[in-house]
């Protein structure tokens, strides 16, 4: 029987990356740069602004390093 355990969370974390505007609006809500996005997850900062501006969408590693960083950034404020 095959394992689809890691297929399910990346299908999963693909849908709940939030909407580029809010991608965004939660980066500057928590004043960090895309810069500072950039370096934490190993891309430029173009990259940054593609994904923000839903030119791009990251896959692999990105996108789930990506959707972890925003929802914990959104967790945090949320605690604030």
């Known amino acids: 029987m095959h394992d689809f ?14 909407a580029p505007e ?19 997850l190993g891309v430029t900062r173009a990259i940054v602004s593609r994904w923000e501006a839903g030119l791009r969408i990251p896959s692999g590693e990105h996108l789930t390093n990506y959707a ?12 604030d």
């Open 5 to 18: 355990t890691e297929i399910l969370e990346k299908s999963r974390l693909a849908r709940s990356l939030p």
């Open 22 to 40: 809010r991608r965004r609006a939660i980066r500057g809500a928590a004043m960090v740069t895309q810069e500072d996005i950039a370096t934490a």
């Open 68 to 79: 972890r960083l925003l929802k914990a950034l959104a967790d945090d404020m949320e605690t």
